[in-house]
């Protein structure tokens, strides 16, 4: 892949982007303090994809979807008026008695918040009537704002926090130009349409049920068909690579995670302790501390590195429930996980055997379009947690895009995105619609490896402390999983398709040749230790009724049989996405249909 290329027209392009994005915000906040009185104000952000605005309406509004059409209209008409933005600043005294006066008490909580980090002069910024706490930058005029719409009405609360109040928060897109706007219109269709939940849904793939708990999904039979296909094709992989697995408990003592500084570090995303026998065990949020000790277990030697270490491990970490989304975001998840422990002269070799892998892994997937994620420390921002010194994180830093480099791949820098305990590289996956996601991830660690004490022998007879790179090809079978179904639309390729054939008799007198059908298939993938899903429909539906509910359900092969398929020994063939192909014999499908799944074809009757 050819490295990408960061000049200044493009970042220039996303500042002025994110500039008129953040001044529709305030035009929003205008809008609605125009058209309902005595609404009270959060904040309202620049994001992705657009902006959004939090409101406490009165208990009398009851805002829904249908109200932003008169938001908007609003929206335009102050846009329309060329509005200045204009800066201006107050002391946080001044500021807390301006809100105050205007009954505005988040607005006011903000300013007690920025005045005990101790800040002594704020930012405000006015367009028309309009005055906010802001920090900007806007653009000059709110003509400037020439395509934006109003997405949805949805619930936030305050700070993010469970405990506070749920506020309204209305999201809207914007863009530079209208043409923009209406291609991004255009992929947000197809990505409802290929929405994960939907979806998931529609097929039966996954559920989560509030008796259960929210955050925690469910692998119907369905997809957890899917898992179980790529699981092994994962284990096979990694047995290429010479990896062995492990499988670490669910719980761990708590002193465990005092020694990998999770406690320390990580500790607003674990689940409260549990006490047992009068010591207090916490649920896993990462792999990594049992690994380390099943490392420090027996003494190791130069011979045994590169030490490949893979776990297909169960993990949970808090997640606020205004922050759960489908499977995209959870509380309990698998990783598809490994812990490499290698000496300095193997690092560059272990980490490029790891692309090599990964790229594998892609290819037979049908994934073509990524990049990579430099996730880099933030030394200078004061909530950026890190364990180490800053010396040691330049080094892992230098290295780590210097073996970037070496593979010659696509990436880009983002500081502040690192691991606690180091830097990462994660795989920024983009989907047929734009939309991009991290699936894998490949992290350097030089910190736990000292926490634990852990070294080998090397040939001298001297310690050594070896590196630690984390490695999970997919970083989570959940949030892969969501991608996976929106990437594909769920119609997903023949070798990891959770229903891959449907027989479908043309009347209750050839089901003993439907099942004769389904059973020669079965036996067939069995020869080649295949798992060949196939089903015979015995409904008492209509032929045309049970082959739609087949081409519902996405099978990629639907084989109708009758009175001639009986008398030739054949199949009547349809395939997804191209129809009826006619018939043939049973024998030459069969044939053709082992084929295509031991290649891990991604083309249908190829």
């Known amino acids: 892949m050819a490295k ?22 305030h035009i929003l906040a205008q809008a609605v303090q125009n058209l309902y009185k005595d609404v009270k104000f959060g904040i309202g952000p620049a994001i992705e994809d657009g902006f959004y605005y939090d409101f406490e309406f009165p208990e009398s509004v009851k805002l829904t979807d249908a109200d932003l059409v008169k938001i908007e209209k609003e929206m335009q008409r102050l846009i329309d008026q060329d509005q200045a933005f204009v800066q201006s600043f107050k002391s946080v005294p001044e500021a807390i008695e301006y809100f105050e006066q205007k009954k505005q008490p988040y607005k006011a909580e903000i300013v007690k918040d920025l005045q005990e980090n ?19 930058p806007h653009i000059e005029s709110s003509k400037e704002i020439s395509a934006f719409k109003l997405k ?35 992929n947000i269709e ?72 999770h406690l320390n570090f990580y500790k607003d995303s674990m689940y409260a302790p549990l006490k047992i026998d009068e010591q207090e065990y916490y649920l896993k949020p990462m792999n990594c501390p049992a690994g380390m000790v099943v490392y420090n277990s027996e003494p190791r030697s130069y011979r045994d590195l590169p030490m490949k270490m893979g ?25 598809n996980d490994a812990h490499v422990f290698c000496a300095a002269d193997q690092l560059e070799n272990t980490f490029l055997e790891v692309y090599e892998m990964l790229i594998k892994f892609y ?5 073509e379009k990524y990049y990579f994620k430099l996730g880099l420390s933030d030394m200078s921002k004061e909530k950026f947690k890190f364990c180490g010194s800053a010396k040691d994180w330049k080094s892992a830093e230098d290295s780590l895009r210097k073996l970037v480099k070496k593979a010659g791949v696509d990436y880009v820098e983002k500081v502040g995105d690192a691991a606690f305990y180091g830097p990462k590289l994660d795989v920024q996956a983009v989907n047929v619609f734009g939309k991009e996601d991290s699936i894998s991830t490949i992290q350097i660690d030089f910190n736990l490896p000292e926490r634990f004490g852990i070294s080998y022998m090397d040939k001298d007879g001297q310690k050594k402390v070896p590196f630690v790179i984390h490695r999970a090809l997919i970083g989570s079978y959940e949030r892969f999983f969501a991608f996976l179904i929106e990437f594909y639309g769920g119609k997903f390729p023949l070798w990891f398709a959770p229903r891959q ?61 009758g009175e001639k398929e009986l008398k030739s020994n054949s199949v009547s063939v349809r395939v997804r996405g191209k129809g009826d192909i006619g018939s043939v014999s049973l024998q030459e499908f069969s044939s053709r249909f082992i084929e295509e799944i031991r290649k891990r074809s991604l083309v249908l009757w190829s």
């Open 4 to 25: 990408q290329k960061r000049n200044k027209v493009s970042i220039n392009k996303a500042e002025n982007v994110s500039k008129i994005r953040h001044s529709a915000s």
């Open 311 to 335: 776990e297909f491990g169960t993990v949970y970490r808090y997640e606020k429930s205004g922050e759960l989304s489908g499977l995209q975001r959870v509380r309990g998840f698998t990783q």
């Open 190 to 261: 197809l990505a409802e349409a290929r929405s994960h939940r939907k979806i998931g849904r529609e097929m039966k793939l996954f559920g989560i049920y509030d008796e259960i708990g929210q955050g925690l999904p469910v692998w119907l039979p369905d997809g957890y068909a899917i898992r179980i296909v790529l699981e092994e094709f994962l284990r096979n992989l990694d047995h290429q690579y010479n990896y062995s697995h492990i499988i670490s408990p669910h719980i761990h003592k708590k002193e465990l995670f005092e020694r990998s500084g």
């Open 152 to 186: 949805a009405v949805a619930g936030a609360y305050w700070k993010g926090d469970e405990k506070n109040k749920m506020l309204s928060r209305i999201y809207g897109y914007a863009f530079e130009s209208k043409a923009e706007l209406a291609d991004y219109l255009k």
């Open 118 to 136: 101790g800040e002594k002069e704020l930012s405000f910024y006015q367009n028309g009537e309009f005055i906010d706490l802001c920090s900007g």
């Open 501 to 561: 054939v449907k027989v479908i008799p043309v009347s209750e007198k050839f089901i003993d040749y439907a099942e004769k059908v389904d059973k020669e298939l079965k036996v067939a993938g069995y020869e080649y230790n295949l798992w060949v899903r196939s089903d015979v429909d015995k409904s008492d539906n209509r032929l045309p009724s049970k082959i739609r509910d087949a081409e519902m359900m996405k099978y990629p092969y639907i084989l109708v049989v």
């Open 363 to 367: 290819q037979a997937i049908g994934f």
